[in-house]
């Protein structure tokens, strides 16, 4: 019975970590499994100032805090771990780790985050969080009167360029086409604001900087010339992966975009298999709305558990 639990969660981020609090709190007995360091993207984030009730704290300590409450109320967790197999769609569920142990359990809740897309040229993993952003809600504020880019020609490209000249002195769309894809009103809206201006048909090649980024270095796509700009801060808003690639040869419903789709109970198509975070199919993706979803994904799985 030691590793036999009422529900395993897969993925500690804030929304595993929400869900794991309140079904220990419900007294059921939870198993946390991450294949890397509890936190999730939090741990990426220098300062989260938007989680209301704590004025700016580090991702860091945020996450800290929140896996020492699952653990007083009785979660056990394990991180840096490797999930080898897995089954989530017969009624008992079970999920090995490290090709060794396997963790049986009555329900499982999904919560494996997601991640932004990356540009993948040097540089870009040094300052991640030290000028290059993936998310304008969260970092703009610290771009006060500062100059930045923001590379993508889609919509979530086009409307963030918009809302950061709200704390930017300037913005530059950086984008790799000599056209946007983002809708007509996107882009009518962006091309009348003073404070955007535009380098077409170019990608960036290289960050440079000391401890901050500093510089990019970027070429032009059709004849080649390769520039540098000074600059604060680089927003990249290129796309957006779900960590579900686990779960493809599975039943389970995704979109076109491999978002887990489910109902506003964080209910999933197949019994017993809730979602709660970033993964899932919906636009607002924040630690408020990741913690918000473990809160009704472990209140669901409780309910699933009563009724069993
Ligand atoms: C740079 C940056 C700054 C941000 N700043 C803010 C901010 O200031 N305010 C704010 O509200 N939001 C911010 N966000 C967004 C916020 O961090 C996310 O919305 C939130 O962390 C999502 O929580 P989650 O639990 O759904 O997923 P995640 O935080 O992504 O956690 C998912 C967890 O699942 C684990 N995992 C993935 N795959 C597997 C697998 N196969 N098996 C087991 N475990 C797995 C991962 O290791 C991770 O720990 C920021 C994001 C980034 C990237």
């Known amino acids: 019975m030691e590793n036999t639990f009422d529900t395993i969660i897969i993925g500690g981020g804030p929304a595993g970590l929400t869900a794991g609090i309140y079904l220990a709190r419900g007294k059921a007995k939870v198993l946390i499994l991450d294949t890397a360091t509890i936190g999730g993207q939090m741990i990426l984030t220098h300062a989260i100032a938007n989680y209301p009730g704590v004025e700016e704290v580090s991702g860091y300590q945020l996450s800290t805090t929140m896996k020492k409450q699952a653990k007083s109320f009785g979660c056990q967790i ?27 359990s009555k329900s499982i809740i999904l919560a494996t985050g997601g991640r932004s897309r990356m540009l993948n040229v040097p540089g870009e993993e040094k300052f991640k969080g030290q000028g290059i952003s993936y998310c304008a809600t969260c970092d703009g504020d610290f771009f006060q009167d500062r100059e930045i880019i923001v590379v993508g020609g889609g919509n979530s490209a086009m409307e963030e360029a918009v809302s950061l000249t709200k704390y930017a002195s300037k913005v530059t769309v950086l984008h790799e086409f000599d056209h946007f894809q983002a809708f007509e009103h996107a882009i009518t809206e962006a091309k009348e604001n003073p404070k955007i201006d535009y380098i077409m048909e170019s990608r960036i090649t290289e960050f440079f900087g000391k401890d901050k980024l500093e510089k990019v270095q970027y ?28 779960f493809k040869n599975t039943s389970l419903k995704l979109n076109q975009w491999n978002e887990v789709v489910a109902d506003e109970m964080m209910k999933t198509n197949i019994d017993g298999v809730f979602v709660a975070g970033d993964l899932r199919e919906k636009r607002i993706r924040q630690v408020t709305t990741a913690v918000a979803d473990g809160t009704i994904a472990a209140v669901s799985a409780l309910d699933f558990l009563h009724n069993k």
């Open 78 to 104: 394990k991180s840096n771990i490797k999930i080898t197999d897995f089954s989530i769609e017969s009624e008992s569920k079970s999920v090995t780790v490290n090709d060794k142990i396997i963790y049986n």
């Open 219 to 246: 070429k032009n796509q059709k004849t080649g010339k390769v520039s540098e700009k000074q600059i604060d801060g680089v927003f990249i808003f290129i796309g957006y992966q779900a960590n579900t690639d686990m």
